[in-house]
């Protein structure tokens, strides 16, 4: 068998500090397009953000603009690992999802990142800087993979240099996974994400332009079922019809969701269940599979579980040095067995 092993000297490009960069206010403004092709004019360098979209949540800390944050949306803030991995948190205001204008008026904020369009829309038709920052890329994510990154250094410039060590961990990432299985005759396979952030079951997927539908089919060569089903939530009747080969489940209630799928019928008989082919996504800030810090660590992770012929990367080193490097933090060896494990950092149940 061809394993290739990656250790994480990579990652050990330049030594990082999380906290402030010279991002200090400046009257100057720049005028950004952003992930729906909204032209926004702003100032650069905007000194009170809310974060709502979980997309830029841990970016933000990551490329060291934590100082800047003013809040975050409140299921970012319920996970246990954000006060771990950055404590500063503690200190952000709870946002709700859909907030008032009047709210961030209130409270001084001069740039809000929301996760849909209607949701910056109605924020900048009463007097709110907002710019979209999605899950979601039109016609697939590919085409935004590195925007939300792009958009922080553009309105951000001190941050160009860790935004761009960052593009070329995830290049690299993308060939040390591809180059080695464009060599390979793989077979057909199908995927079926559940979306585990929420406690409803198999059903509970992402469709067409999800970051998750790129990964699966452009990198690791599979068929991705979410852009199949008629909406994100396909009845059981529908999954058993597709009857994936290869289960994947991230989110906060994961290993409930694993469990839950084991011990259900009919679920419990679909051929991924029968052959053992469940696997979890790890979550840190964030979940994996979403565009975050550890974007690189969700492709070898998923590289060694879908393919364990051909890879075994070090994902404890990789990790350890990942969030070191980005956040500052030194993660003892329990800590990122259970962040692989999809728990809590002390190896509780995130959610059930």
Known sequence: MNKKIILP?????????????????????????????????????????????????????????????????????????TSTIYPEVSDYHVYGYNESPELFLSRGVDLVLAPEKYLADALRESGVNAITVSLYGTPRYDVVLYKIADLIAEIWPATQSKVSN??????????????????????????????????KGIGYTDTIGCLVETFYENYFGLTYLG????????????????????????????????????????QKFLDAVVNNKIYNIPIGFVMWEQNSMALPLFLYDQANKLYPEYFDFDLVSLTKTNFEKHFGIELTAEQVTNMLLGKSPTGEILAS
Not at 168 to 195: C, N, P
Not at 228 to 250: A, C, H, R, T
Request: proline share 3%.
């Open 9 to 81: 000297l990579f990652l050990i490009i330049t030594t990082t500090l999380v906290g402030c960069q010279n991002t200090s206010a400046s009257d100057e403004t720049i005028t950004i397009t952003d992930m729906v092709g909204d032209t926004v004019t702003l100032k650069k360098n905007p000194q009170k953000v809310a974060v709502i979209s979980r997309a830029a949540a841990d970016m933000m800390i990551g490329f060291g603009l934590g100082g800047v944050v003013d809040g975050m949306y409140q299921s970012i803030l319920e996970n246990t690992w």
């Open 166 to 199: 960052w593009k070329d961990e995830l290049d690299h990432a993308i060939e040390d996974v591809t180059s080695v299985l464009e060599t390979k005759v793989l077979e057909s396979k199908t995927i079926h994400y559940v979306r585990g952030d929420k406690d």
């Open 227 to 266: 852009s199949q089903y008629e909406n994100n939530k396909p009845s059981v009747e529908d999954v058993m019809l597709k009857n994936p080969d290869i289960i994947v489940v991230g989110g906060a209630f994961q290993n409930k969701i694993i469990a839950d799928i084991y011990d259900t019928e009919p």
